[in-house]
């Protein structure tokens, strides 16, 4: 399945230096159905260290990791809603995007100066980009329930169900709160579908700082006390990185990398984090195809069925399907060969109710 995570955040926050770093990960696109891609579009690979495990045990030809699509998206400034800077545009390419990466500056530095009165404030800058997004959204909410109205007197179902889900987000707007503080169920979220709203999309905080800078979070700045306690109040997602130490290691390889980190003081790979982060932030998890020919790893949505994960790797797995051998990846790797698994009753026959777990190794029958 294609996913794609939009960037975004103020102009000199490090968003496009966290883009670059990403595009270290970045794979064949060839080998994934993404519709367009362009100079500010990479498909990076999600890190799994179970995928070269499983290419060795098969001997394959090819290793293919699973993958999501991230976007660069121009930087926003207040007023967008209202057509400041790219404005639209640039919120349409967020409606596009499955999910979104917001990168927040929580260092100092006199020679970047930030766009909002030259001062460092996470907590302010989270709350102007989400504002443009909720206003964008209350335009978005406002001329549909105008257009649909008719319908919705006539009595359509579909109108109805569709007005009664924006009639529960528009006061939550209003409020200057994202739509999913609307606390939506799935069908009222299947009503509105179709009309993308961005504050209905998860959101990832990316708090990016900079080696030997003044960070926050290693000043006790109550500026990063006070962001923690506004992201846990929301229960948000967050991760912090290094996009630039991140961006300066991307060509350096193995025990060398490891050596600059301890360096730069910079232990952690942020950028595996975010990755990892955002698969898990949008419920999918991994099973895989292993053989002579290649080792892959496909992504599926979490509590997917056998034959709707089977549709990731064609429809007739859906359609056709009758049953599936599975064994899990890491009974696989005990045994030491398939075959070997087999012997020990580990490899399963599943049919359609089966949900698929991460880590579970398929072969499907149709």
């Given at each position: 399945?294609?996913?794609?995570?939009g960037?975004?955040?103020?102009?000199?926050?490090?968003?496009?230096?966290?883009?670059?770093?990403?595009?270290?990960?970045?794979?064949?696109?060839?080998?994934?159905?993404?519709?367009?891609?362009?100079?500010?579009?990479?498909?990076?690979?999600?890190?799994?260290?179970?995928?070269?495990?499983?290419?060795?045990?098969?001997?394959?030809?090819?290793?293919?990791?699973?993958?999501?699509?991230?976007?660069?998206?121009?930087?926003?400034?207040?007023?967008?809603?209202?057509?400041?800077?790219?404005?639209?545009?640039?919120?349409?390419?967020?409606?596009?995007?499955?999910?979104?990466?917001?990168?927040?500056?929580?260092?100092?530095?006199?020679?970047?100066?930030?766009?909002?009165?030259?001062?460092?404030?996470?907590?302010?800058?989270?709350?102007?980009?989400?504002?443009?997004?909720?206003?964008?959204?209350t335009?978005?909410?406002s001329?549909?329930?105008?257009?649909?109205?008719?319908?919705?007197?006539r009595?359509?179902?579909?109108?109805?169900?569709?007005?009664?889900?924006?009639?529960?987000?528009?006061?939550?707007?209003?409020?200057?709160?994202?739509?999913?503080?609307a606390?939506?169920?799935?069908?009222?979220?299947?009503?509105?579908?179709?009309?993308?709203?961005?504050?209905?999309k998860?959101?990832?905080?990316?708090?990016?700082?900079?080696?030997?800078?003044?960070?926050?979070?290693?000043?006790?700045?109550?500026?990063?006390?006070?962001?923690?306690?506004?992201?846990?109040?929301?229960?948000?997602?967050?991760?912090?990185v290094?996009?630039?130490?991140?961006?300066?290691?991307?060509?350096?390889?193995?025990?060398?990398?490891?050596?600059?980190?301890?360096?730069?003081?910079?232990?952690?790979?942020?950028?595996?984090?975010?990755?990892?982060?955002?698969?898990?932030?949008?419920g999918?998890?991994?099973?895989?195809?292993?053989?002579?020919?290649?080792?892959?790893?496909?992504t599926?949505?979490?509590?997917?069925?056998?034959p709707?994960?089977?549709?990731?790797?064609?429809?007739?797995?859906?359609?056709?399907f009758?049953?599936?051998?599975?064994v899990?990846?890491?009974?696989?790797?005990?045994?030491?060969?398939?075959?070997?698994?087999?012997?020990k009753?580990?490899?399963?026959?599943?049919?359609?109710?089966?949900?698929?777990k991460?880590?579970?190794?398929?072969e499907?029958?149709?």
């Amino acid at each position: 399945m294609a996913l794609s995570i939009g960037i975004v955040g103020l102009p000199n926050v490090g968003k496009s230096t966290l883009f670059k770093a990403l595009t270290d990960k970045a794979v064949l696109i060839a080998n994934y159905p993404f519709a367009t891609i362009d100079p500010s579009v990479g498909v990076v690979a999600v890190p799994d260290g179970r995928l070269q495990k499983l290419t060795d045990l098969s001997h394959s030809a090819k290793t293919i990791p699973a993958a999501i699509e991230f976007v660069d998206i121009a930087g926003l400034v207040k007023g967008a809603a209202e057509g400041q800077g790219l404005g639209n545009q640039f919120l349409q390419h967020i409606r596009e995007t499955d999910a979104i990466a917001e990168v927040v500056r929580i260092f100092e530095d006199g020679d970047i100066t930030h766009v909002e009165e030259g001062q460092i404030d996470p907590v302010r800058d989270i709350e102007i980009i989400n504002l443009e997004l909720v206003l964008a959204d209350t335009q978005t909410v406002s001329k549909r329930l105008a257009n649909i109205e008719r319908d919705a007197k006539r009595g359509d179902k579909t109108a109805l169900a569709e007005q009664a889900a924006l009639q529960k987000i528009e006061p939550v707007l209003a409020a200057g709160k994202l739509a999913t503080a609307a606390k939506l169920s799935g069908e009222e979220l299947a009503a509105i579908k179709a009309l993308h709203l961005l504050t209905l999309k998860p959101i990832m905080y990316v708090l990016n700082k900079k080696a030997g800078g003044h960070n926050l979070d290693e000043m006790n700045d109550e500026r990063y006390a006070k962001l923690i306690d506004f992201l846990d109040g929301m229960g948000a997602t967050r991760v912090t990185v290094d996009a630039a130490i991140e961006g300066e290691l991307k060509d350096v390889a193995g025990d060398e990398k490891e050596t600059l980190r301890r360096e730069f003081g910079v232990l952690d790979d942020g950028i595996n984090d975010l990755i990892r982060g955002a698969y898990r932030m949008l419920g999918l998890i991994s099973f895989f195809t292993t053989g002579e020919d290649e080792t892959r790893a496909w992504t599926v949505k979490m509590g997917s069925t056998a034959p709707e994960a089977g549709t990731a790797i064609h429809t007739d797995f859906r359609d056709k399907f009758i049953r599936a051998e599975v064994v899990a990846y890491d009974k696989l790797m005990e045994a030491g060969s398939y075959a070997a698994a087999r012997e020990k009753g580990w490899v399963r026959t599943e049919g359609k109710e089966y949900i698929v777990k991460d880590g579970d190794v398929i072969e499907f029958k149709i």
